[in-house]
């Protein structure tokens, strides 16, 4: 067969791929038959060497298990295959068509690669999408942009992706390389597949592995393991992650990242996936990751500014912005407390001694000490930083008794420390009272224990 004769008449850059395949079904060598003049002088261009036919593919292109089933599936199968996808490594685009070729050998295929590399992405290329898919895709975004409740949108986006790939698990996994954990963001199991959540194996040892999968994807988009012959390469190169997956159950996977302004920031997978449409997967996958990325990145923003506006920045406890929302719902009835309750004000004795003397930088310490010794004794209570010095807590289900044993806890604990004093006032809220005049009573008492504090330390007292 003359390939050169066959492929000179493209314009654009074009070779014959060779698919050796073996009697258990499975490929092999993957060779460059011929190419085309384009296709030899972008060879020159980019590898500044000459084109020289039947060598093996990796020589001149990245290596990529994707572009080998590729191959293998318009070479034997068939299947006519257009692509557009991205080279994260290269950070290049790459348009891709491959059209099947006859072969009078037994076990050597044949296909034709076209292809076509920019550094900017053509957006007309990456909405050319099936009818199946691009319905797929849009489902997923009108379900993300209408969402009131995003948890509960993504269950159910999980549950549809796991449904389009037929599998038995599948999730999307956040990944904090800060903290160094994982994070199970949804998702969704099979009935009967026998398949554990997520959650049962997000340890120290599973961050691990999924720090691996960066390494694993080299230049590819995407990890499809579609059957033994795969999970053998994944043993190759990711020993760590084979094992894994072998204990879970697993025997294929698809494993897609998941990116915003190139930074990977979680992934999505799919265990356990029906093989036959690993190519309208593939598609699928390919881009709804890409809006799956952005509203996760959105909603971690909104989370991130969340914080920012709930929290003192200095002491990590609630601000008074939140004190007061809190105190609000609490008088709508929007949030319900356990009779009694209790709350309190505590102050700290001595700041503005500490600033003057020592300077804010040990007056910005006194107050972390002081807030994380009210957070320690208050565990299971919400603390604000009312403003200045002053700390107001919420005690929920609280009686006297059990407050007066806090209040003893925070005094000894604060004794143990070099200059941490509270003034403390506390007030018991019962069924039926208002939370803001027993807020005004702890705030009288706290002045009073604070009037006594320097009644007592005279020779403390700083103005």
């Known amino acids: 067969m003359n390939f050169d004769e066959m492929i000179n008449g493209y314009s654009a850059k074009t070779c014959v791929m060779s698919v050796e395949r073996f009697p258990d079904g499975s490929y092999g060598n993957i060779r460059i038959a011929a190419g085309n003049r384009a296709h030899c002088e972008d060879m020159m261009n980019t590898m500044h060497r000459s084109f020289i036919p039947n060598s093996p593919y990796e020589?001149?292109?990245?290596?990529?298990?994707?572009?080998?089933?590729?191959?293998?599936?318009?070479?034997?199968?068939?299947?006519?295959?257009?692509?557009?996808?991205?080279?994260?490594?290269?950070?290049?685009?790459?348009?891709?068509?491959?059209?099947?070729?006859?072969?009078?050998?037994?076990?050597?295929?044949?296909c034709i690669y076209s292809y076509d590399v920019t550094p900017n992405v053509d957006l007309e290329q990456r909405a050319s999408l099936s009818a199946d898919t691009s319905s797929?895709?849009?489902?997923?975004?009108?379900?993300?942009?209408?969402?009131?409740?995003?948890?509960?949108?993504?269950?159910?986006?999980?549950?549809d992706i796991r449904q389009i790939c037929d599998s038995d698990h599948c999730c999307i996994l956040l990944l904090n390389k800060e903290e160094h954990n994982?994070?199970?963001?949804?998702?969704?199991?099979?009935?009967?597949?026998?398949?554990?959540?997520?959650?049962?194996?997000?340890?120290?040892k599973f961050f691990n592995i999924a720090s691996t999968w960066d390494?694993?994807?080299?230049?590819?988009?995407?990890?499809?393991?579609?059957?033994?012959?795969?999970?053998e390469w994944l043993r190759s190169i990711n020993p760590l992650w084979h094992e894994f997956l072998a204990q879970a159950g697993a025997k294929s996977i698809v494993?897609?990242?998941?990116?915003?302004?190139?930074?990977?920031?979680?992934?999505?997978?799919?265990?356990?996936?029906?093989?036959?449409?690993?190519?309208?997967?593939?598609?699928?996958?390919?881009?709804?990751?890409?809006?799956?990325?952005?509203?996760?990145?959105?909603?971690?923003?909104?989370?991130?500014?969340?914080?920012?506006s709930s929290v003192d920045m200095l002491t990590g406890v609630k601000n008074r912005n939140t004190m007061n929302n809190t105190v609000d719902e609490i008088v709508e009835g929007k949030r319900k407390m356990s009779y009694p309750y209790a709350v309190a004000f505590a102050d700290l004795n001595g700041l503005k001694r500490v600033n003057d003397e020592?300077?804010?930088?040990?007056?910005?310490?006194?107050?972390?000490?002081?807030?994380?010794?009210?957070?320690?004794?208050?565990?299971?209570?919400?603390?604000?930083?009312?403003?200045g010095d002053e700390f107001m807590l919420i005690a929920d289900g609280l009686d006297e008794a059990?407050?007066?044993?806090?209040?003893?806890?925070?005094?000894?604990?604060?004794?143990?420390?070099?200059?941490?004093?509270?003034?403390?006032?506390?007030?018991?809220?019962?069924?039926?009272?208002?939370?803001?005049?027993?807020?005004?009573?702890?705030?009288?008492?706290?002045?009073?224990?604070?009037?006594?504090?320097?009644?007592n330390h005279p020779e403390r007292k700083y103005r």
């Not at 990245?62 to 299947?79: H, I, L, T, V, Y």
């Not at 409740?149 to 159910?156: A, C």
């Not at 915003?260 to 799919?270: K, L, Q, R």
């Not at 107050?367 to 208050?378: E, M, S, T």
């Open 358 to 387: 020592e300077g804010h930088i040990a007056g910005d310490q006194l107050l972390k000490n002081a807030a994380a010794i009210l957070r320690g004794v208050f565990y299971d209570s919400e603390v604000y930083r009312a403003g």
């Open 136 to 159: 797929a895709v849009i489902k997923t975004c009108i379900k993300l942009r209408g969402t009131g409740d995003i948890h509960k949108t993504f269950n159910e986006v999980i549950e």
């Open 402 to 455: 059990a407050m007066e044993a806090r209040v003893k806890q925070l005094t000894d604990q604060a004794a143990n420390t070099r200059n941490v004093h509270f003034a403390v006032g506390t007030c018991i809220v019962n069924e039926g009272d208002d939370i803001r005049s027993a807020m005004h009573i702890a705030d009288e008492r706290m002045y009073a224990d604070k009037n006594e504090y320097y009644k």
């Open 215 to 231: 390494d694993t994807l080299g230049d590819s988009t995407c990890i499809i393991i579609k059957d033994q012959h795969d999970m």
């Open 59 to 110: 020589e001149y292109f990245p290596e990529n298990k994707n572009f080998e089933d590729f191959c293998f599936r318009s070479a034997f199968m068939g299947q006519l295959l257009h692509s557009y996808v991205r080279l994260p490594q290269m950070g290049l685009w790459l348009n891709m068509f491959l059209l099947p070729l006859g072969s009078d050998e037994e076990n050597i295929g044949y």
């Open 255 to 308: 494993l897609f990242p998941l990116k915003h302004n190139g930074c990977t920031i979680g992934y999505i997978w799919a265990i356990n996936f029906n093989i036959e449409n690993t190519v309208k997967i593939k598609e699928t996958l390919e881009l709804t990751t890409f809006f799956l990325a952005s509203e996760i990145a959105n909603y971690q923003l909104m989370q991130k500014l969340e914080i920012l």
């Open 182 to 204: 994982c994070v199970n963001f949804c998702e969704a199991i099979k009935y009967g597949s026998g398949m554990k959540p997520l959650d049962h194996y997000l340890d120290e």
